[in-house]
């Protein structure tokens, strides 16, 4: 069965960090553009960050490109988003998803068609 978990998720300082992790089960992330994705209460789910197959890295959003950092360790099957310089706003709960390696990376839901379970991150004093 293929599937997706996040982990890594929860209560943080404003200026703190956190690293999510999106662990793959039946399948390597290796053939796949990886996307983590953020939803917080009444918004609509938006893109964060993109790693290709080839781990080019090619999306930020706009306002979270200097503060985190997406990566994938292919022997654990598992892509980060490493967190710096946590702010309020980046309260949310985090999803990643996959798309097929040969589209690349794009910044919208409906190119995605597997999505973990997600985890939640409060940035809260």
């Known amino acids: 069965q293929r599937q997706l978990v996040e982990s890594g998720g929860g209560l943080v300082q404003p200026g703190g960090s956190l690293r999510l992790s999106c662990a793959a089960s039946?399948?390597?992330?290796?053939?796949?553009?990886i996307g983590w994705f953020r939803q917080s209460p009444g918004k609509e789910r938006e893109g964060v960050s993109c790693?290709?197959?080839?781990?080019?890295?090619?999306y930020y959003k706009v306002g979270v490109k200097d503060r985190f950092t997406i990566s994938r360790d292919s022997a654990k099957n598992i892509v980060y988003l490493q967190m710096n310089s946590l702010k309020p706003e980046d309260t949310a709960v985090y999803y990643c998803?996959?798309?097929?390696?040969?589209?690349?990376?794009?910044?919208?839901?409906?190119?995605?068609?597997?999505w973990g379970q997600g985890t939640q991150v409060t940035v809260s004093s």
């Open positions: 998803t996959t798309r097929p390696a040969g589209l690349g990376c794009s910044r919208y839901m409906s190119a995605y068609g597997n």
């Open positions: 790693i290709s197959s080839s781990d080019v890295v090619t």
């Open positions: 039946g399948f390597s992330l290796d053939y796949y553009v």
